[in-house]
Every structure is written in structure tokens, then in C-alpha cells.
């Protein structure tokens, strides 16, 4: 079975939704969205926008504008705070629960470079 994850995404206020259907644990959807936040904060003249649209041109991402009841994590990626969040949830009954928010820390020798494609926007 996939792990699935949604991203929420801040960017001046402003709030996009997107869907991710495989990898979604923090080793692999967590660790793209770190290094993909760490690349923005590197470059003065980064476009959020660009990296988010990158994402969902690549066929890794999809909008979405409804709750997913299948997913097992839930992100935040802030471009506006330049942070990213990570809570593992329940999303099988009505409304969401989290179950833990989970401190995510790149580590190298853990990371699986399934994002391989989505790493190369820069």
C-alpha cells in the first residue's frame, strides 16, 4: 500500500493543497520538502511559486481541494516562515486527528532520494 501525504502550502497568505500518492513519510516526501526549503532559502531571488509549480508539473504533486481520507502524514511547508512541518495523522473518519507532530531533521544516511527528479528544479 502507498503512503500517501498532503502538503500544505503557505506562500504570502495565500494556501494551496497539494497531494502526493506514494513516499509520503518523512525519509522521503519530508526530506524533498527540507531540502526544497533549504534550496529557496539558499537563493535570494527564489520564487515560491516556481518550486511549487515545479512540483506539480512533474507529475509528483497534485492540487487538491478536498480532504484525502487515506493519507498518513500531513506537511506544512511555510514558505513565508521558511519552515516545514511534519504530523503523522488519522484521516479515516470525519475530520483529521493528529496523532504526532514529528521533528524533521535531514539526515543523509536515511534519506532515500525517491524526490531524485523533483531535486533537480535548481
Known amino acids: 500500500m502507498s503512503t500517501r501525504c498532503v502538503v500544505k502550502v503557505i506562500n504570502n497568505g495565500q494556501v494551496v493543497n497539494l497531494y502526493h500518492h506514494c513516499d509520503g513519510y518523512p525519509e522521503g516526501v519530508g526530506f524533498c520538502l527540507l531540502k526544497l526549503m ?12 516556481w518550486f ?8 509528483r504533486f497534485e492540487v487538491t481541494f478536498y480532504n484525502h481520507s487515506d ?9 513565508d516562515k521558511m ?3 511534519c ?14 507532530h514529528i521533528n524533521l531533521q535531514y539526515k543523509e544516511e536515511d534519506d532515500v532520494n525517491i524526490e531524485q527528479e523533483l531535486m533537480e528544479v535548481v
Open 38 to 49: 533549504k534550496k529557496y532559502k539558499e537563493n535570494k531571488n527564489a520564487d515560491a511559486c
Open 52 to 59: 511549487v509549480n515545479k512540483m506539480i508539473k512533474n507529475g
Open 71 to 79: 493519507i498518513e502524514y500531513y506537511y506544512e511547508m511555510d514558505f
Open 83 to 85: 519552515d516545514v512541518k
Open 87 to 100: 504530523m503523522s495523522v488519522d484521516n479515516w473518519g470525519d475530520v483529521m486527528k493528529i496523532l504526532e
